[in-house]
């Protein structure tokens, strides 16, 4: 960031319109002004790029603005960026499971921030800190709602059942 101006804002907008709309060159009018003439010169340079531009200077407000804008989508597009990579194998319904959320959380954490992934993510920070103190594993209700699919899956009796009898 650069040094504040000693001079007000308004003293020199006056003096650079003196040299583009008075026809004068940039030596006489900084003599005339007891200013240095690259001073002046700069100055003349900033009103020449905001005649330039469209929609005419932008105010200090809006410039404010944009770069609270340009942060924003900055954020979204690293948010997007989070959410597209992949976490692993999906479940039959599109969902991932908790443990790879964290598994993902974990791996990723350097890069993005665990703030950040969490609230990306939609998952608490309590159970990523409950997950990573029980070393990574399932908990014991992800553990009893996967035997049900496991037991499915298996045709005949499980273990500590008795078996039918044939006779």
Same mark, same amino acid.
């Given at each position: 960031?650069?040094?504040?101006?000693?001079?007000?804002?308004?003293?020199?907008?006056?003096?650079?319109?003196?040299?583009?709309?008075?026809?004068?060159?940039?030596?006489?009018?900084?003599? &005339?002004?007891?200013?240095?003439?690259?001073?002046?010169?700069?100055?003349?340079?900033?009103?020449?790029?905001?005649?330039?531009?469209?929609?005419? /200077?932008?105010? !200090?407000? =809006?410039?404010? =603005?944009?770069?609270?804008?340009?942060? #924003?989508?900055? =954020?979204?597009?690293?948010?997007?960026? %989070?959410?597209?990579?992949?976490?692993?194998?999906?479940?039959?319904?599109?969902?991932?499971? @908790?443990?790879?959320?964290?598994?993902? %959380?974990?791996?990723?954490?350097?890069?993005?921030?665990? #703030?950040?992934?969490?609230?990306?993510?939609?998952?608490?920070?309590? !159970?990523?800190?409950?997950?990573?103190?029980?070393? &990574?594993? /399932?908990?014991?209700?992800?553990?009893?709602?996967?035997?049900?699919?496991? $037991?499915?899956? $298996? @045709? &005949?009796?499980? %273990?500590?059942?008795?078996?039918?009898?044939? &006779?």
């Amino acid at each position: 960031m650069g040094r504040v101006s000693k001079y007000p804002e308004e003293f020199r907008r006056q003096a650079a319109a003196r040299v583009l709309d008075g026809g004068r060159g940039v030596r006489d009018v900084a003599r &005339g002004l007891d200013l240095n003439h690259e001073t002046l010169r700069n100055w003349v340079a900033v009103l020449r790029a905001e005649r330039a531009a469209p929609g005419g /200077p932008v105010s !200090a407000d =809006e410039r404010a =603005e944009l770069a609270r804008l340009r942060r #924003r989508v900055a =954020e979204l597009e690293l948010e997007r960026k %989070i959410l597209r990579r992949p976490r692993s194998s999906r479940q039959g319904d599109g969902a991932v499971s @908790p443990g790879e959320t964290f598994a993902f %959380i974990a791996a990723d954490k350097t890069a993005y921030g665990v #703030r950040r992934l969490h609230r990306v993510l939609g998952v608490s920070k309590t !159970a990523f800190y409950d997950w990573v103190a029980r070393g &990574g594993g /399932p908990s014991e209700a992800e553990l009893a709602e996967a035997v049900p699919h496991r $037991r499915a899956a $298996r @045709p &005949g009796p499980s %273990i500590g059942e008795p078996m039918a009898s044939a &006779g």
